[in-house]
C-alpha cells in the first residue's frame, strides 16, 4: 500500500522544486537519489495534486512536470525506443508500444499535452510535456529551469522536435482506448477539494496539509446507498439451554449368546406352535421377518413333508414361505409337495399351491397334474349340494389361476377338466372355464 | 463367557480380559463367537483405562467390523456396530455416529431386542438434538411398535427384570417426547408428557417402598428428581413464564446446594443451571444480567473440563453450547470483537450450525459499521465536509468521499501468533486453545459462505425426507425409501464430519473448500435447487439462515469491492423468493453490483423492482433487534427506503447521463429528507459537476450542522 511521504519528505520534495539553478536533468537525477523506488509512486501522486489543485507558482510547475515526466516509466520506455530506432521501422514501433501498458500518471501529461496537438501555441506547459513525451533526452532539460522561464514559448520552440521521435497519436489512440473501458462509475468521480474564497481575511495556505488530505481522499462521487442487513433476530429456540440428563450412555456388553440362543429357541416354539394352532398376525409377521433374515434357521428347525402340509392348514401363509425358501432345491421341494397330494384337498392347501404358483418359475408338472386330479375329485366326493358349489367355484378359480401362470399342461389334462366341467356345468365358473381350456386348446 | 461377563459388571476389567482371551484361544471357526469375544475383549480394555483411550477403542472395533464383514451380516455385528456409535456420539461425532445407527435401524427386527431398543433410541436422541423432526416421529413410532406394543401380552410372562427394564425405557423415550414436543414448540403435549412421566415416577417410587426391592440410592434419586424438575424449568422458559422458570431454577439450585460437601460434585449441574437461567435472563432481555451468569456457566463447566480426560467428562463438556449464548449476549451488548471470539470457541462442536457461521459474519460487520462510525466521528468534522484547509483567498473546502475499500474493517485476514491462539482473554476468562483468527471482510465472506452451504445441505436433507414421507403412502415405498436413505447417507459422507476428529487445520481447509464449491457452482449460476414451499414450521428458520446467510454474502462482497458474488448472491436470494424485506435489500445489492460492472442498464431494472414496491417501510420489515447502536439510526425510518431508491435510481442515471432526471429525483429525495447528508452529497455532486461551485457551497453552509466554519482551524 502507498503510504503519504512524511514531513521531511515533502520538504526535500518542495526543495527540489524551489531550485531553479540546476539543469532538469540533475534535478532527475536527484529526485532518483533522495527517493527509493517504492516512494516514486507516492511523489508523482503529491505532484499530481500540486499540479491539479494549481499550489505551485509557474516555474515550479516546470519542475514538477519534469519530475512527473522523468519518473513515469514511459520515460524509459522511450529511452529504450531511442537507443534502437536505428533497427526497427516506425510501425513496429506503433505495435511495440500499443501492446505497452501506459503508466498510471501518463493522463495527467497527455491532458496538458492534448493542448499542444491542438497547436495552441500559447499553453508553455502543453509544449514542454510534448517535447518531453516525445524525447526525453532533449538539450532542453540540459538546460537550467531559470534559463528558460516562464511562459517563453519561443525559447522553447528551438527545441520543438521536428519529427517526433515518438508517434504520439499512437499513445492518444491506445489512451482513448483504454479509457472507454474503464467502469463508467470510476469515471464519474470529481476532485474533493472546491476553493472558498473569504474576502477580507489574509491569504494563508497550507500546501502540505492540502497536500495530505488529497492524498488520503477518494475522488468525490454522489452516494449510492447500501442500507445495511440487519442482524437476524435471536429467536426463542436460538439460545442453547442445557438438558441435565440422568443417564450415561456407555459402549454394552454383548450379550446376545444367550440371546440369540434364546431368540432361536423362540423362533422355534412359534413354528411348534404354528403347526397346532393359528398364529395371531405379529406373531406370523415375527416368523416371517426372522425367515428373511436367516434363512438358514429352516435347517435347524426339524421341519418335515408332512409337517409343513400341517403347517398350510392351521397358517398357509407361514408354509408358503417355507415352501418358498425350499423351491430352489427341485427335489427337496418335490418331496415336500409330494405330501400335499397324500392328503385330502383343502381350501388352505389350494392357497398354498395357488401361492407358489406365482412366484415358483414351473412347478412340477407331475405333481401339479395329481394335485388338479385330487381337486377335481374332492368336488365330486361332497355330496351337499351348496357346500359343492362353492367348492368347485374355488377348483374353477384355481384352476383359471395356474393356467393364467402358465403353469398347468392343460393338452395333458383334457379329458379329465373336460369331464369337470361337464359334469358341473350348471355352475358358470365351470362353463367359463371350458370355454377358456377350448380356446386355449385351438 | 458368564464368568467373563460377571466379572465385567463388578469392575474386575483385567480379570475379565484375562478371561475372554482364554475363551478366544479355545475358539476357533465359529466367526459369530470369535466377534463377540473380541469385542467384548476390546470393551475390557477400554474400560480399563477408564475410557480415556476412545481412539484406540474405536480403532479395534474397525477392525472386527472390517475382517468379519464379507461372512457375517450387519445384524451379526450390531454390538460391534452400537459401541462404535455410541463412542463417536461421545465424542460429538454426531454424524457418524447418526450414519451407523442408521445402518442398525434398517436391520432392526433381526437384532437383539435389547440392541434394538438401545441403537433406535440413541438414533432418536440425536435426530432430536439435530431438530429432525419427520425422522424423529418416524422413530418414535418404530420404537412404540417395535418394542412396546408387540411385548404387551408377553409382559406377564416376563421376568421383574425385564419388566422394569421396559418400564425404564418408556420413562426414557418420554423423556425424549417431551424434548421433540419442544423443538416443535408444542408446550402442552410437553406438559402432557412430563406429567406422564411424573406419574410413573412416583408410582414407581410407591412400589419400591411398598415392596421394599432395590431401592434407588440417594444420589440417583436426586439426579432424576433433577432431570424432571430441568426439564419443568425448560418448558416454563420456553412458554415465556419467566419467572416461573427463573423461580422453578433457584429453587433446584438450593436443592443441590444443600447437600453435603462429599457429595456435591455437581459441575455437570452448576454449568446446566447458570447456562439455563442466563438463557432466561435473556429471553427477559436482560442481556448485562445474562452475561455474569454465562460466565458462571463457563467456570463451572471449565471443573468438568479439569476432571479426568475420559470419553464421559468429554461428553459432559458443554463449553460450545455455553460460548454460543455468551456470543448472543455480546452481541446485544454490543461488543462485536469478544462475541466473535466466543463463536469461535463455539465452532469446536456446532459447526454444521448455519447460525454460528451467521454470528460470525455479523460480529466482523458489527465491527465493519463501528469502525466506520469511529472514522466518521473522529478527525473529522462532519458527515459531508472532511476539512476546510487555508484561509482568506486560499480557503479550501475538502468533501467527504464515499467509504472506500480502507475503511472500516480489512478486507483480509491478519496472520495470527501462536501467542494469540493459545492465550486468549475474553473479558476476564482466559481459554486455551481457542483458535481466534482475525476479523476481516473476507472472514466474514466466508463464514456467510459457510452458512449457505450448511443450510442448503440441510434443506436438501429435510426435502428428501418430505419425499420420503410422501411416498410412504404409495405403494412402492421400500423402494423410495432405500434411494432416500442413500442420498441421506452421501449428504452426511459429503458433510463437515471430519471437522472436530482431525483438528482445526482440516477445518480451515474444509471451509476453503466449501467456499470454492459454493461460489463455483451455486454462486456462479444464482440458481437454487431446493423446493422451499413446502417446509413446515419448524425448517422455516432454516429457510431463513439460508436467505440471511446470502444477504450478508451479498453485501460483505460490495464491501470487498467483489461485484460479482455480490450480483450472484444477491440473484440466488431472489429466487428463494424472500420476505419483503430481504427482497428490498437484495434488488438494492444486486443494482449496485450492476453498476460496478458498468451495466447500468440492468441496475436500472432492479431498482425499479424496489420502486414498484415503495410502500416497503423499513421500520417494520426491520428483524433484527433494534436497540443496537452501532447500527445506523436512519435505517428505521420510515420512508427511508423510498429515498433510497430515489437516491440509487439518480445514481445510475448520472452513469447514464442523464443528469436532467437524476436531479429531479434528488429534488424528490430532498424534499423527503432535507437534512439527510447524503441528500445533500447528491445535490452538491450535481452542483460541482455543472461547475456550480458557489452554489454547491452555499448548499454546504445552508445547512451549519454540516458546515461548521466557526470550528474549522480549530
Known amino acids: 500500500m502507498n503510504s503519504f511521504l512524511q514531513l521531511e519528505e515533502l520538504t526535500k520534495l518542495q526543495k527540489l522544486l524551489h531550485d531553479q539553478s540546476t539543469p532538469f536533468q540533475n534535478l532527475g537525477r536527484k529526485v532518483t537519489q533522495n527517493f527509493s523506488n517504492e516512494q516514486h509512486f507516492s511523489v508523482c501522486s503529491v505532484l499530481t495534486i500540486m499540479l491539479r489543485d494549481d499550489l505551485l507558482p509557474g516555474e515550479e510547475r516546470i519542475v514538477a512536470l519534469y519530475l512527473l515526466l522523468h519518473l513515469s516509466p514511459l520515460g524509459s520506455e522511450l529511452k529504450t525506443d531511442e537507443k534502437q530506432k536505428q533497427q526497427q521501422d516506425s510501425k513496429n514501433k506503433k505495435k511495440q508500444l500499443l501492446s505497452v501498458a501506459l503508466p498510471p500518471f501518463l493522463p495527467v501529461l497527455l491532458n496538458i499535452a492534448q493542448n499542444s496537438q491542438k497547436f495552441n501555441e500559447t499553453q508553455f506547459e502543453a509544449f514542454f510535456v510534448t517535447i518531453g513525451l516525445s524525447d526525453p533526452n532533449s538539450d532542453l532539460f540540459k538546460q537550467r529551469p531559470n534559463q528558460i522561464g516562464v511562459n517563453n514559448i519561443e525559447r522553447l520552440k528551438k527545441y520543438f522536435p521536428e519529427s517526433s521521435k515518438i508517434d504520439l497519436q499512437v499513445i492518444f489512440t491506445k489512451f482513448s482506448q483504454i479509457e472507454s473501458e474503464i467502469p463508467l462509475v470510476n469515471k464519474m468521480g470529481i476532485g474533493s477539494s472546491v476553493p472558498d474564497p473569504e474576502k477580507g481575511k489574509e491569504s494563508k495556505k497550507n500546501v502540505e496539509d492540502l497536500i495530505q488530505y488529497q492524498f488520503n481522499t477518494n475522488e468525490f462521487k454522489p452516494p449510492f446507498v447500501r442500507p445495511s442487513p440487519s442482524i437476524l433476530q435471536i429467536l426463542d429456540n436460538e439460545l442453547i439451554w442445557i438438558d441435565y440428563e440422568d443417564e450415561t450412555l456407555l459402549p454394552i456388553w454383548d450379550q446376545s449368546i444367550t440371546n440369540v440362543k434364546s431368540n432361536n429357541d423362540q423362533f422355534k416354539n412359534l413354528l411348534k406352535k404354528a403347526f397346532t394352532s393359528q398364529l395371531s398376525q405379529p406373531e406370523q409377521q415375527q416368523i416371517i421377518l426372522r425367515l428373511e433374515n436367516e434363512p438358514k434357521l429352516l435347517e435347524d428347525s426339524e421341519i418335515t413333508p408332512n409337517k409343513v402340509k400341517d403347517l398350510a392348514e392351521k397358517n398357509p401363509i407361514i408354509s408358503f414361505e417355507i415352501l418358498k425358501r425350499f423351491s430352489e432345491d427341485e427335489e427337496k421341494i418335490n418331496r415336500y409337495l409330494e405330501s400335499f397330494i397324500q392328503t385330502k384337498v383343502t381350501l388352505h392347501s389350494m392357497e398354498v399351491i395357488n401361492k407358489l404358483s406365482g412366484v415358483v418359475k414351473k412347478l412340477n408338472q407331475e405333481f401339479l397334474n395329481r394335485f388338479v386330479s385330487n381337486c377335481i375329485s374332492s368336488c365330486r366326493e361332497i355330496k351337499d349340494k351348496y357346500v359343492q358349489g362353492r367348492h368347485v367355484r374355488l377348483v374353477c378359480a384355481f384352476i383359471r389361476s395356474l393356467m393364467n401362470n402358465s403353469q398347468l399342461d392343460v393338452k395333458s389334462m383334457y379329458t379329465e377338466l373336460q369331464s369337470f366341467c361337464v359334469n358341473f356345468s350348471r355352475i358358470r365358473d365351470a362353463s367359463n372355464l371350458f370355454r377358456l381350456i377350448k380356446n386355449q386348446m385351438k | ?714
Request: hydrophobic share 35%; proline share 2%.
Open chain 2, 1 to 714: 463367557m458368564d464368568l467373563a461377563h460377571r466379572l465385567f459388571t463388578q469392575k474386575k476389567f483385567n480379570e475379565a480380559s484375562q478371561q475372554i482371551s482364554t475363551l478366544l484361544e479355545k475358539t476357533s471357526g465359529n466367526n459369530k463367537k470369535i466377534v463377540k469375544l473380541k469385542s467384548h475383549l476390546a470393551l475390557c480394555d477400554y474400560m480399563k483405562t477408564g475410557c480415556t483411550q476412545p481412539e484406540e477403542y474405536l480403532e479395534t472395533l474397525n477392525g472386527i467390523a472390517k475382517q468379519f464383514s464379507k461372512d457375517l451380516t450387519t445384524a451379526d455385528l450390531g454390538y460391534v456396530i452400537y459401541n462404535q456409535a455410541i463412542v463417536n456420539y461421545q465424542l460429538k461425532r454426531y454424524q457418524r455416529a447418526a450414519t451407523q445407527l442408521e445402518s442398525l435401524r434398517k436391520n432392526v427386527g433381526s437384532l437383539d431386542p435389547y440392541l434394538g431398543f438401545e441403537a433406535t433410541y440413541l438414533l432418536l436422541k440425536l435426530s432430536i438434538e439435530n431438530n429432525h423432526i419427520s425422522q424423529s416421529n418416524e422413530l418414535i413410532s418404530l420404537i412404540e411398535n417395535q418394542f412396546f406394543q408387540t411385548n404387551t401380552k408377553n409382559n406377564q410372562k416376563n421376568s421383574g427384570l425385564q419388566t422394569r427394564n421396559q418400564n425404564k425405557n418408556r420413562q426414557r423415550l418420554l423423556m425424549l417426547k417431551i424434548k421433540l414436543s419442544l423443538c416443535c414448540s408444542e408446550h402442552n403435549k410437553a406438559e402432557l408428557f412430563l406429567n406422564q412421566l411424573q406419574e410413573i415416577k412416583n408410582r414407581n417410587l410407591q412400589q419400591q417402598k411398598e415392596n421394599q426391592i432395590e431401592k434407588l440410592n440417594g444420589k440417583e434419586l436426586l439426579k432424576e428428581n433433577l432431570c424432571l424438575n430441568m426439564m419443568r424449568c425448560k418448558i416454563e422458559n420456553s412458554k415465556m413464564n419467566l419467572e416461573e422458570a427463573k423461580n422453578n431454577l433457584w429453587g433446584l439450585s438450593k436443592m443441590v446446594g444443600n447437600l453435603k460437601t462429599e457429595e456435591r460434585d455437581q459441575s455437570e449441574f452448576w454449568s446446566s443451571f447458570y447456562n439455563n437461567l442466563g438463557c432466561v435472563e435473556l429471553k427477559n432481555n436482560k442481556p448485562g444480567s445474562a452475561l455474569f451468569y454465562f460466565k458462571k456457566a463457563l467456570l463451572a463447566n471449565s471443573q468438568i473440563c479439569k476432571n479426568e480426560k475420559t470419553v464421559n467428562n468429554f461428553s459432559k463438556d458443554k463449553r460450545s453450547e455455553i460460548m454460543y449464548n455468551t456470543g448472543l449476549c455480546l452481541i446485544l451488548l454490543e461488543k462485536p470483537q469478544n462475541a466473535f471470539q466466543f463463536f469461535q470457541g463455539a465452532l469446536v462442536c456446532l459447526y454444521n450450525r448455519p447460525k454460528v457461521w451467521i454470528r460470525l459474519a455479523e460480529c466482523c460487520l458489527l465491527e465493519h459499521f463501528r469502525l466506520i462510525k469511529d472514522k466518521e466521528q473522529v478527525g473529522s468534522l462532519n458527515r459531508l465536509v472532511k476539512k476546510v484547509i487555508g484561509q482568506g483567498q486560499s480557503r479550501t473546502v475538502i468533501l467527504q468521499t464515499g467509504i472506500g475499500p480502507n475503511d472500516g474493517l480489512n478486507i483480509h485476514e491478519e496472520s495470527v501468533s501462536f501467542e494469540d491462539i493459545v492465550s486468549s482473554n475474553v473479558g476476564d476468562l482466559q481459554f486455551h486453545g481457542i483458535p481466534v483468527q482475525s476479523m476481516s471482510l473476507d472472514y466474514a465472506s466466508k463464514a456467510a459462505s459457510n452458512s449457505i452451504l450448511i443450510s442448503e445441505k440441510l434443506l436438501k436433507i429435510i426435502n428428501n425426507q418430505n419425499q420420503k414421507t410422501s411416498t410412504t403412502s404409495n405403494n412402492n415405498k421400500n423402494s423410495k425409501i432405500d434411494e432416500n436413505n442413500k442420498t441421506q447417507k452421501n449428504e452426511f459422507k459429503n458433510g463437515n464430519d471430519n471437522k472436530n476428529e482431525n483438528g482445526i487445520e482440516k477445518q480451515k481447509n474444509k471451509e476453503k473448500t466449501n467456499i470454492n464449491h459454493t461460489n463455483l457452482n451455486a454462486l456462479k449460476n444464482g440458481k437454487t435447487n431446493i423446493d422451499l414451499d413446502n417446509l413446515s414450521k419448524n425448517d422455516q428458520s432454516l429457510k431463513q439462515d439460508l436467505e440471511h446467510g446470502l444477504l450478508l454474502l451479498s453485501y460483505i462482497s460490495l464491501c470487498c469491492q467483489n461485484p460479482v458474488t455480490a450480483l450472484s448472491s444477491a440473484k440466488m436470494l431472489l429466487n428463494y423468493n424472500p420476505d419483503p424485506y430481504r427482497e428490498y435489500l437484495a434488488n438494492i445489492y444486486a443494482a449496485e453490483a450492476c453498476c460496478l460492472l458498468n451495466n447500468p442498464n440492468l441496475a436500472k431494472e432492479y431498482i425499479s423492482q424496489t420502486l414498484q414496491k415503495r410502500r416497503y417501510q423499513v421500520e417494520k420489515l426491520f428483524k433484527g433487534p433494534k436497540n443496537l447502536k452501532i447500527m445506523s439510526p436512519k435505517e428505521y425510518e420510515s420512508d427511508w427506503s423510498d429515498c433510497v431508491t430515489l437516491l440509487n435510481l439518480a445514481f445510475v442515471l448520472i452513469l447514464q447521463n442523464d443528469i436532467q432526471t437524476a436531479s429531479e429525483y434528488i429534488k424528490q429525495a430532498s424534499r423527503m429528507f432535507p437534512n439527510s447528508p447524503l441528500v445533500l452529497l447528491s445535490c452538491v455532486y450535481l452542483e460541482l459537476s455543472n461547475g456550480n461551485n458557489q452554489n454547491a457551497l452555499e448548499l454546504l453552509k445552508s445547512c451549519h450542522a454540516f458546515y461548521p466554519l466557526e470550528n474549522s482551524q480549530k
